[in-house]
Structure formats: C-alpha cells, structure tokens
C-alpha cells in the first residue's frame, strides 16, 4: 500500500472516507469552525486552572492537584450546550454529508509533559487500534489541538501495521464489561492504570512512524483501523486537544470500510453515536449487524468518560 498524507484535500465526504478506509490520513489548516471550536475548549481550561498558559500549570501543582481542575472539566465540555453547536457547524464547514453523519461526544484530554500524569485522565496510549476497543471498522476519528503542539507532544502513527496483523488483547476486550467497570473510574488512576485494556501481545516496530503537527483549529482525520499511539511528551508543557468520533451510516448498511486484520473485541460502540442533525441514535437494526454480544444492562447510559487517544 502507499501512505498519503493528504493535506487540505478538496474531495466530498464519501471521497475523504474512501481514502481514510484505505489506511491514508488527512490533515487539515485552520478553519473557522474549528478554531471556535478549540477556542471555547482552551477558554474552559484557561478557566479551570486559572491560568492564561495552562499548557504550563502542571509545574505549580502536585498531580492530585491536576487532576482535581482537570476530571470535572471532561463531563463539563462533553455536556455544554455550546458543544453541541460548535461541532455541527465544524462538521459542516468539513463537508460532512450531516444526515448520514452520526458522532460521538467529543472528548478533551490532556497528556502531560515529563511523565507527570501516565493514567486515568492523562492515560497515555499504548500502540492500538480503536477497533480493538470495539469501534466499528467504518469509524473515522477527529483530533484537534487546542494550543499550539509539537512532534513530542503529538501523536504517532504506525503506518506499517495498516495491512499486517499483530497478535493482540482485544478478544478479551468486552465493550460493555468496560462500560459498566473500568470507564467510569479513570479518575482514581493517578500513578499507574490497570484498567483491563486490548494491548499488542508481540514486540512491534514502531519506528520509522509518522507524526502530524497542526496548529490550533486544525484539524487531524484518520480511520479507527489505523495503528497509534500517544508519544511521550517531552515538549515541556501539557497537550490539550479534543477528539470526537464519526460514522456514516450508508456505511454501516453497506459494510463498507476498513479491512480488518486483527481486531475481535465483543460489544460495538455503536449506541454512543448519534446523528449529528438531530442527536437521534443509530437505528437498532443496524446496531444488530454489529452485535456479537450480550448487552448488560446499563450499556444504553452513555458514560462521558475518556477511552482512547
Ligand atoms: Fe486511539
């Protein structure tokens, strides 16, 4: 296969998803839209931490402090009104064919600088696929900084791994087991993380791997398939950015997406998404395509915790 990088492609959405499907990334400038859309997120941090460089309040405070500010913040951003707007019209100014849209909630996270904070809320991602944690192989995946970021504090993609199989966790991963356990708990994970989670079962072959800088407002795109992982931060300061999830579902009917080499979780993350017009769910029948497991009670309330980036 060949690795493009495609930087503010002028293609439709059905294109755009094509290309993602087949393992090429997407990189985009500054837009409006999503310049306000980081711009509320940054003012909420500058906010919490009382801080015009929160990017830097990790060195005033103990971890536990850290976390305090920053946990609440997470629920807060999902749950805002303002949210919910600032995402549609980003999904429109991309281009995004809105009634075949369906999103998840946007997360915000933050991967602290120097080994600070590893777990819970500044979990820092070992190499993995979304689909290993039961995202659809159609799923495309949003990232946007929110202050200016650097290669050591971005995130790397293994391109190497888009076709070849690895042996890895993920058969014992059960979407709805994490739903009603782990997911909630992020929190208390201060100094080490052992939430049960899909990890490669071999030694890989990270480098040479490919890392995507953009400055705040733009944006990043890639398919759920594709191998990533969080680079440890040595920039000196705390990466903020926000990701959000998008399926479409002519998609979902047809099976159009991603091949799969490796993954075999149990549960879809398919009820979390909505239509990004009108917030309605996914139509049971279609979620019935992916079910490959018993539904626990309780999975239907979606829990505005962090899970993967
Ligand atoms: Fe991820």
Redesign the pocket.
Known sequence: MNNTIYVDAKMTDDQRCEHLYNGQLFVYSPRPTALGFTSFAREMICEGFDSSDPTRAQFDMPVEEFVKIFAPMKPAFIHHAKTKKLIQEMLLEFGCDMANTYLDVPRLRAVTSDAYLTAGVGFA?HP???TW?SAPMCQI?WWLPIFPMASESSMAFHPKYWDQAIANGSADFNYYEWNSTSRASAAQHIKSDTRPQPKPLEPMELDPQVRLVTEPGGAILFS?AQM?STVPNTSGRTRFSIDFRTVHLSDLRSGKSALNVDSSPLGTSLRDFMRSTDLTPIPEDVIAMYENAPVKEGVLVFRPEPM??
């Open positions: 991602h993995h696929r979304d944690y995946n759920a990533h993967m980036n």
